[in-house]
């Protein structure tokens, strides 16, 4: 769906502290103009950015929404230590949320959308014990809000594939049933066997023309070496540009000179980069990443499940804990973490539109604030969300 409409009254990025307010007209889904004064063209629909701080819209390139309790009565954190313990916990308890994944799902990314972003990439857990089930909860709440957001599915399979026999037919079946992607988890640490797993994944991409998004908790010298494995995969099977890593954490517990080499590495490969702000991982060294050329985008991770009691459906919350995670305090250092959450992160998906130029998709937010970092230290509430044109949010709510 596109449309045509007027937004008044706003300072775009990068000219907005200080700068003239402007108009932006979309016209067809696209930018037609940027302006002060334009007139509006007959049937086409006035929206007030209220003197609103204009974004490229928000990208989540990491969220799970299959197991978000958003919305539900608070639960006591109960899981064991470690990933098997996260695991192991969520798999436990997921069946007896209130609510079912298709209605949990709708709902927070409904919230998301009314946060500003217009591109999700979730995770869905295949496995033996849930089937497909919670695949099919997440394609009910991209189906719900088709026409606000487009969403990326991944077939993940958290519990491991070797690890838990059957779940490669699944990812198969899942695949064939309207997932977008195929996903991974920590190939050599959780399912102890990085070839074999990696195999599988690369050949079910393959065999579907899919993309691999794949979960890298592994720290150090064995991260490294899966870091290496999925690019000689990646580079043998000609997907350049359709391979992501989420989390990536060994890039930031090897020495300078490895970190340089496997960043290389990634951007001659063209193999992107996700990665979620957490609270006990080591940051992502993003200058480094951006300036080797690495596509590497932002996303909300889990949001209030039972991995974690944190998260709030807001990627704009997400961009200020990214910048507070590195120690940013100079306006283009969060603004370059503004850029992961919005365009950087859809570059990151495969997705260009979010460049904010005229005839460029009109994927746009607008925030209050009189300059970027300000919009960031604030958070107010999103003023306007366009997709392709139509408004689909305002003041914090969906509107169509």
Sequence with gaps: MTGDLLIRSVRPWPHTAGGPETDVLCQGGSIAAIQPGIPAPDGVAVVDGRGG??????????????????????REHTAGPGLAGLIDNDRAHWRSAEKSVAERATHTLGRTIAAGATLVRSHAQVDTDSGLERLEGVLAAKEAHSARAAVQVVAFPQCGILRDPGTQDLLDQALR????????????????????????????AERHQRGVDVHLHDAGELGAFEIELICERTAALGM?????????????????????ALIDLLASNDVAVTTVAGGRANPLPLRRLRRAGVRIGLGQDGIRDYWSPYGNADMLDRAWQLAYRNGFRADDEIEMCVDIASRGGAHALGVDRH??????????VVVPGDSVAAAVMDRGVRTLVVRAGVLVAANGELYV
Excluded: K, W
């Design 53 to 74: 701080v204009l974004l490229p819209a928000f990208a989540d390139a990491h969220a799970h929404l299959d197991s978000t309790r958003l919305g539900l009565p608070f």
């Design 177 to 204: 049933a309207g997932a977008d992607i195929v996903g991974g988890i920590d190939p050599a640490g959780y399912d102890r066997d990085p070839v074999r797993h990696l195999d599988i994944v690369f050949g079910l």
């Design 240 to 260: 350049a540009g359709r391979v992501t890593i989420s989390h990536a954490f060994a890039l930031s517990t090897v020495d300078s000179d490895r970190q340089v």
């Design 355 to 364: 460049r904010m130029i005229e005839g460029d998709s009109a994927d746009l």
